[in-house]
């Protein structure tokens, strides 16, 4: 199921660069798949770039992931997570540390560190708890296409002004429609270029376009899982609000993971 690009999306993406793996980044991947990938060595790669290996540990030590004492190194993380769960935290915090900031969003990159660790800390009120690092780094990659619009087009940060008022889903159709393209799609293709499991990939691509999604077919059970976990964490920011992404989301995630409207404030109670 490949992501679906009209000729003139084609003919418009090839003038918008997405942020390539940071060298860190890229060192860190070839030694981890390796069958038998060399501990050491992997700290050394990280410990090599400040900003990663800095947010990495603000991550572990965050209410999302916080264990009994404080985790105080790389290393450390390792060996108290385990390799494969420190894999994704360190593709999210390469994510946010590769894509140049602006003033307009200041707050962006908070908003969606708040998102992933409220998607962490969903998994485990839904007994979803193998699915909370990647939950994470949902929760901080389903945007990284609204950064990488606002450095190409002048007009976005209208949009982006905007959409809080009228909502992201449609947000989304009028970037389309200004651009032929939409930041669910540039995030998708990050994602990809990225090398995130696929099921991350296509959350993010379908994001905005939920109509008859659950039924289809088109998303394997853990894509779904995942993407309802995101929609149910932004919806957690405008509890008690009116919240144009959840009203057209709700019937469909609240079927899915077989719960109730008024089982959803308790749940997102922090």
Not at 142 to 157: A, C, N, R, T, V
């Amino acid at each position: 199921m490949p992501i679906s690009l009209t000729q003139t999306e084609k003919q418009i993406l090839k003038q918008v660069n997405l942020p390539p793996r940071p060298q860190a980044l890229l060192d860190f991947s070839e030694e981890a798949k390796k069958p038998e990938p060399n501990i050491t060595k992997i700290a050394e790669i990280l410990h090599a770039d400040v900003a990663i290996s800095a947010a990495i540990l603000q991550v572990v030590n965050s209410a999302a992931f916080r264990r009994n004492r404080e985790i105080e190194s790389i290393d450390q993380a390792i060996l108290m997570l385990g390799l494969k769960r420190v894999i994704p935290l360190v593709k999210a915090v390469a994510l946010k540390s590769s894509i140049k900031p602006s003033p307009l969003i200041a707050s962006f990159w908070e908003e969606q560190t708040q998102i992933a660790e409220t998607c962490s800390l969903l998994c485990k009120r839904l007994n979803k708890e193998t699915l909370s690092n990647y939950a994470y780094m949902l929760g901080l990659f389903h945007f990284s296409g609204i950064p990488i619009l606002l450095q190409h087009f002048e007009d976005f940060g209208d949009i982006f002004v905007k959409a809080n008022e009228f909502g992201w889903d449609q947000a989304c159709q009028i970037e389309f429609s200004l651009y032929q393209t939409s930041h669910a799609t540039l995030g998708a293709l990050l994602a990809q270029q990225w090398g995130l499991p696929k099921a991350m990939m296509y959350a993010i691509y379908y994001q905005h376009d939920l109509d008859g999604l659950y039924s289809s077919g088109e998303l394997e059970p853990v894509g779904l899982d995942l993407l309802s976990i995101l929609k149910l964490a932004r919806h957690a920011r405008h509890v008690g609000e009116l919240d144009h992404e959840w009203q057209s989301a709700s019937d469909q995630v609240l079927d899915y993971l077989d719960i109730g409207e008024s089982e959803v404030d308790d749940l997102l109670v922090f």
